[in-house]
């Protein structure tokens, strides 16, 4: 097995939605806001190379929405998805599987395209199965006014229309093991319904895609919630139970969201789990 980090892209968010009820004297220590408030967010994906399978967590914003859209996120960088697969010596026509970690358009968008004459959309990769579980896809094409505007139609439904999609099945408690997809699969509803964090064993280590879970370094202690999840009170709950394996079991977080920090390791402390140690993906994974 192989792994690969894929950028595909950085935006900015308002650091106070990011951050929630917790003062800005709080966080803004270890995420830093400009003069509009915003601070660095990346959209840095996984690929996994296992066998004769290429499989992409996630796939970013993309790139077939408005200017003005775009607009809201403040891109930044020259990332994608195609340059860096082709960093790596991939072409997205490679891709066997692209799993999402949930439907929302910053962790979903790039999985679906303008088709040639921009008629209508299609996959962006051709001969990948999309997958996703029953659970959050009910959830996201039926969504609740709250993240309506989070769960895009052209970024969800067509891959039902392609005939591509696949569901994994669902955990009796929150990790599914042994999924089709060689990894495990921790299940978390504080967020959004059954987003689902990959467990990948690499090397003898485990290394976790966070995805919204803990989506900065600047969100480990356990009161530091995101104001976008649906359930806070049940995100303190998942977090803790998290960090704590992850403390445990010297989990490596790989953090998708921190346009600073690729990858940490945790550690037990007084005041509860915090940071111990930073990693590169180039270091950890070549």
Same mark, same amino acid.
């Given at each position: 097995?192989?792994?690969?980090?894929?950028?595909?892209?950085?935006?900015?968010? @308002?650091?106070?939605?990011?951050?929630?009820?917790?003062?800005k004297s709080l966080w803004q220590r270890t995420n830093p806001a400009d003069q509009n408030n915003m601070i660095d967010i990346a959209a840095r994906c996984l690929l996994?190379? *296992?066998?004769?399978?290429?499989?992409?967590?996630?796939?970013?914003?993309?790139?077939?929405?408005? *200017?003005? =859209?775009?607009?809201?996120?403040?891109?930044?960088? +020259?990332?994608?998805?195609?340059?860096?697969?082709? !960093?790596?010596? =991939?072409?997205? *026509?490679?891709?066997?599987?692209?799993? /999402?970690?949930?439907?929302?358009?910053?962790?979903?968008?790039?999985?679906?395209?303008?088709?040639? +004459?921009?008629?209508?959309?299609?996959?962006?990769?051709?001969?990948?199965?999309?997958?996703?579980?029953?659970?959050?896809?009910?959830?996201?094409?039926?969504?609740?006014?709250?993240?309506?505007?989070?769960?895009?139609?052209?970024?969800?439904?067509?891959?039902?229309?392609?005939?591509?999609?696949?569901?994994?099945?669902?955990?009796?408690?929150?990790?599914?093991? +042994?999924?089709?997809?060689?990894?495990?699969?921790?299940?978390?509803?504080?967020?959004?319904?059954?987003?689902?964090?990959? /467990?990948? !064993?690499?090397?003898?280590?485990?290394?976790?895609?966070?995805? +919204?879970?803990?989506?900065?370094?600047?969100?480990?202690?356990?009161? =530091?919630?995101?104001?976008?999840?649906?359930?806070?009170?049940?995100?303190?709950?998942?977090?803790?139970?998290?960090?704590?394996?992850?403390? @445990?079991?010297?989990?490596?977080?790989?953090?998708? !969201?921190?346009?600073?920090?690729?990858?940490?390791?945790?550690?037990?402390t007084e005041k509860g789990v915090r940071h111990y140690e930073t990693f590169t993906c180039n270091a950890l994974f070549s």
């Amino acid at each position: 097995m192989k792994l690969y980090p894929i950028q595909s892209g950085n935006f900015k968010l @308002d650091g106070g939605a990011m951050f929630g009820v917790v003062p800005k004297s709080l966080w803004q220590r270890t995420n830093p806001a400009d003069q509009n408030n915003m601070i660095d967010i990346a959209a840095r994906c996984l690929l996994i190379e *296992d066998g004769n399978r290429l499989i992409l967590i996630d796939t970013g914003m993309g790139n077939k929405q408005s *200017d003005k =859209f775009y607009g809201y996120y403040h891109l930044w960088g +020259d990332d994608s998805i195609d340059k860096s697969l082709a !960093h790596h010596g =991939f072409h997205r *026509d490679d891709i066997t599987d692209v799993f /999402m970690t949930h439907l929302h358009f910053d962790h979903c968008g790039g999985s679906i395209q303008w088709n040639k +004459d921009r008629t209508g959309y299609e996959p962006a990769f051709k001969n990948a199965h999309f997958w996703s579980n029953i659970s959050h896809w009910q959830w996201a094409t039926q969504p609740n006014r709250r993240e309506k505007a989070s769960f895009l139609k052209e970024n969800i439904i067509p891959m039902e229309e392609s005939g591509q999609l696949k569901f994994t099945a669902l955990p009796e408690q929150h990790i599914l093991k +042994d999924s089709a997809l060689g990894f495990d699969i921790f299940f978390a509803n504080g967020h959004t319904e059954k987003q689902m964090i990959p /467990m990948i !064993h690499y090397k003898g280590k485990t290394i976790c895609f966070m995805a +919204d879970l803990l989506p900065t370094v600047g969100h480990l202690p356990i009161p =530091f919630v995101m104001g976008y999840d649906t359930r806070p009170l049940l995100t303190l709950d998942e977090k803790e139970l998290f960090l704590n394996l992850a403390a @445990d079991h010297n989990y490596y977080l790989f953090l998708e !969201h921190d346009a600073h920090n690729e990858i940490i390791t945790v550690k037990h402390t007084e005041k509860g789990v915090r940071h111990y140690e930073t990693f590169t993906c180039n270091a950890l994974f070549s």
